[in-house]
């Protein structure tokens, strides 16, 4: 009789720990793409699956910068991980894959819920270790896998004034990610921002570029990247990484996330 008991609560710690201390690899990447000048009726383009280089990614702008999470090491307790990225700055050509190693990573289970939704387990990768910036989730039922999303928009905002003719247009760029799908992000990057109820006439032309990125990670050998982007130069050292979602407390209670990175450029049109 002891026995038995004992087994039945040794089998869930071990499972436990076979899960959260591991490691994950990307086993893929699906993007899809929305544009149009009419943001109720956004051109949905056909989902592609990315390559682990990110070589076949669609850039939405030449200054959108793209910083994805492609393999860690997790935690049962929350401590400092390495965490494998794709990255790609602003106004460069291609990925670069490095190790930031200033996240700290744990494994939660289902008693923590986050962005209201219950998953089985997640992962949460705080940085620094108060801010919680991105999650991967796994819902029972549906798969082994670890799930996130990375939402990107490129807005192109052009107004005239009557009175001179002279337009003046403003690019914004938004960046935010999550374990939440697509519709969620898109509740944050296009309807909260007002962006989905903008009308435009001739005085106000608009154009936007919606991005959804759905990520897979399991604990065994993942996409393939190229050999360069795997030399010791290209993963040495920490740098600054990606900036996620925002404070870990407000994501716990419910409220709106922040925008991870908002980048607004200037320039003037006749």
């Known amino acids: 009789m002891n ?35 009419n943001p109720k009726s956004l051109a949905r383009s056909a989902p592609v699956s990315l390559q682990g280089d990110f070589s076949n990614l669609t850039v939405l702008h ?3 910068a793209y910083s994805i999470v492609v393999g860690f090491e997790g935690s049962c307790t929350k401590a400092p ?16 894959a490095k190790t930031e190693t200033s996240y700290q990573v744990v494994m939660y289970d289902t008693t923590n819920i986050l962005q209201g ?13 108060d801010t919680l910036r991105i999650a991967l989730g796994r819902i029972k039922g549906e798969g082994p896998d670890f799930r996130g999303w990375y939402g990107y928009v490129a807005f192109e905002d052009s107004v005239r004034n009557p009175e001179s003719g002279l337009w ?25 921002t007002g ?10 032309h608009g154009h936007f570029k919606l991005q959804f990125i759905r990520l897979s990670f399991e604990n065994k050998p993942g996409l393939a990247i190229r050999r360069k982007d795997l030399a010791a130069k290209g993963m040495a050292g920490a740098g600054d990484g990606a900036a996620y979602l925002a404070d ?10 922040a925008f991870s990175d908002v980048r607004i450029y200037f320039s003037n049109r006749r």
């Open 3 to 37: 026995t038995a008991i004992f087994l039945l609560t040794l089998t869930p710690m071990l499972s436990w720990a076979a899960l959260c201390d591991d490691t994950y690899n990307l086993q893929s990447a699906i993007q899809t793409v929305f544009t149009g000048t």
């Open 62 to 64: 030449d200054q959108m």
């Open 81 to 96: 991980k390495p965490v494998r990225i794709m990255n790609r700055e602003a106004s460069t050509n291609g990925f670069k």
């Open 117 to 129: 939704a219950r998953f089985d387990y997640w992962f949460g990768f705080y940085k620094p270790a």
């Open 168 to 192: 003046a247009a403003k690019g914004t760029q938004l960046r935010l990610a999550g374990p939440a799908d697509s519709a969620t992000l898109d509740s944050v990057l296009m309807v909260r």
């Open 195 to 204: 962006f989905r109820d903008i009308v435009f006439d001739q005085n106000r």
């Open 248 to 257: 870990g407390k407000s994501i716990m209670l419910g409220k709106n996330p």
